[in-house]
């Protein structure tokens, strides 16, 4: 199975955010900007596998900025790391301003998994990450999983290798008087 690079995965979605979108604020619902970036991540995992696909979980959203009425909203998607079935998605939302620029205004992590057509989960492809932000984020990506799965209780905490890593080199800080 050949390689792909995350370029290869990149996925954008555009909306314009109508009075049917918002909340009584005329905020953007964060519900319905969920559903807009599960469809942009699936989009981008299904160009990583070339498969069907299927959300597994939503690991980490942010809405560190509110999205108003009539603002035009874009959603970046892009495969962080691809494990045996499922996919990491990493997702960055803008705000599209009037001088033609982009403010940042939130970020999510979904995670999908492949399936075949029966439903059962199926290989994927490994992941290259090429840029220093894709690095970055393909390294995390190992850490959130065994986080995630010893949340899930499918993990044993002392079987998550990475998370411990970032701890064995972690020296206890002196108490002050």
């Known amino acids: 199975m050949k390689s792909k ?12 955010v109508l009075p049917n979108d ?23 995992a299904q160009r990583h596998s070339r498969r069907v696909v299927v959300t597994a ?3 980490h959203v942010s809405f560190s900025q509110p ?11 892009k495969v962080s790391r691809a494990f045996t079935s499922s996919m990491e998605i ?6 599209d301003l009037p001088n033609g620029k982009q403010k940042k205004s939130n970020e999510a992590i979904y995670t999908f998994v492949a399936v075949d057509q ?3 989960p199926i290989e994927v492809p490994e992941l290259i990450a090429e840029t220093d932000l894709e690095k970055e984020r393909f390294e995390g990506a190992l850490r959130r999983r065994q986080l995630s799965l010893i949340l899930a209780g499918k993990m044993k905490p002392q ?3 990475e998370l411990k890593a970032l701890f064995d080199n972690v020296t206890p800080t002196e108490e002050k008087d």
């Open 67 to 77: 999205i108003k009425l009539g603002d035009v909203v874009t959603i970046e998607a």
């Open 90 to 95: 990493f997702l960055d939302v803008y705000i």
């Open 159 to 161: 079987d998550a290798t």
């Open 118 to 120: 029966n439903g059962s």
């Open 5 to 16: 690079t995350a370029k290869e995965t990149f996925a954008q979605t555009s909306k314009i």
């Open 22 to 44: 918002t909340n009584v604020l005329t905020n953007l619902m964060g519900g319905q900007l969920l559903s807009w970036m599960d469809i942009t991540a699936g989009i981008s």
């Open 57 to 59: 979980s939503v690991n």
